[in-house]
Nanobody, 120 residues
Framework: QVQLVESGGGLVQAGGSLRLSCAAS????????MGWYRQAPQKQRELVAA???????NYSDSVKGRFTISRDNAENTVYLQMNSLKPEDTAVYHC??????????????WGQGTKVTVSS
């Protein structure tokens, strides 16, 4: 089993910054893709940013140029640096990690979510 622990959410004024972290632990042989998704009230969950094991990244158009995803493979941790935050970035942010265990099985795990609120 794998556990994901997220941190870094909170309340910030528009134009401010936050840094989210998601640390994976447990039965991990390797991690391939890591990503951040968000879900605003009464909206569907959407991809914010993702990073592969080779550190290729992709971003939703709404956050390009403002958010940066990165990973620390030694710590099994993915980060999301969010700058120039806007009220429309308000949502619960979830990390997703694709883990291969020692038996070779690949499984996706989701974090519990961390709330980000941006005030205008």
């Amino acid at each position: 089993q794998v556990q994901l622990v997220e941190s870094g959410g909170g309340l910030v004024q528009a134009g401010g910054s936050l840094r989210l972290s998601c640390a994976a632990s447990g039965s991990i042989f390797s991690i391939s893709a890591m990503g951040w998704y968000r879900q605003a009230p009464q909206k569907q969950r959407e991809l914010v940013a993702a990073i592969t094991s080779g550190e290729s990244t992709n971003y939703s158009d709404s956050v390009k140029g403002r958010f940066t995803i990165s990973r620390d493979n030694a710590e099994n941790t993915v980060y999301l640096q969010m700058n120039s935050l806007k009220p429309e970035d308000t949502a619960v942010y979830h990390c997703k990690v694709s883990v291969r265990n020692w038996l070779g099985k690949m499984t996706d795990y989701w974090g519990q979510g961390t709330k980000v609120t941006v005030s205008s």
